[in-house]
């Protein structure tokens, strides 16, 4: 107790020299720097709400995140997100499935050592599937599961439980996973109507067969111990998850067939060309779950 005490002490005695000594650039920026000051204040002594005055900074900057002290004692980041779903829905999927999808495109780019001819793991791809997902994923998502969740509103029986994790998984997956599949085709791309179906045909049930594993769990799961407001992160938090865990190892398989086709085969004798300057070849497909966002 006494070094917390302590601890708290010399954050109050440097926001009392920060904000006393007000001459030149100081003065300036008084306000700003003051009010900053006061905020980290105020959680140091433990008289912000919901903190524990251990970690000053971070809990103010926290609070400042999840709409400011008056949303301090709230549940923090989820609680905010939950409100802003409430709030404004489809904006906030848009934004997470925009934000997500970019994300997991470079994650599993740098997991994957896949850069780049310029050695970036920030490729191509990586705004175009930032795109998709605000664009196209989320609306998609949006009203299929809006369309859902209507159809069994207050139907809490075993029966409707089972039936709606068939619809889930008959209707909606083959809608969500054929939009996914074309639009992945277009960013590898496809330009015509041939390469876009062959992507298709080649990798539907393969990535049918992901979604009829995963989403019975989750959505069993979401019924029993989530409200219905929060089914959007804990869905895109599990899509995330495993769409990364696959982006990553397709990535890793192509890196690999290409290496090998430039430097040769087992036996050392080279294949021929040359990957100097040359365009990349993309996956067909890339085998990933459509998020349900």
Known sequence: MSSLKIERDVHKTVVDNVVGNGNGVGAMTKGLVGSTAAAVTEAATGNLPGTSGKHPISEVVGTAITGGRQNAGTKGYLAAYIKQLEDNPLRT??????????????????????????????TSRV??????GALVSAPLGHFLIWALQKTFKNRTSLRSKILQILVSNLIIAPIQNSVYLVAMALIAGARTFHQVRATVRVGFWKVMRVSWITSPICLAFAQKFLPESTWVPFFNLVSFIIGTYINTVTKKKRLAALRKKHFGDSSGRPAGGSM??????????????NPPY
């Open 93 to 122: 999927k848009m934004l997470t499935a925009g934000t997500l999808a970019g994300a997991q495109e470079l994650i599993a780019s740098w997991l994957a050592k896949d850069r780049n001819k310029h050695g970036n793991y920030f």
């Open 276 to 289: 100097a300057g040359g365009p990349r070849p993309e996956d067909y497909p890339p085998l990933g779950p």
């Open 127 to 132: 705004p175009k599937m930032a795109t998709y």
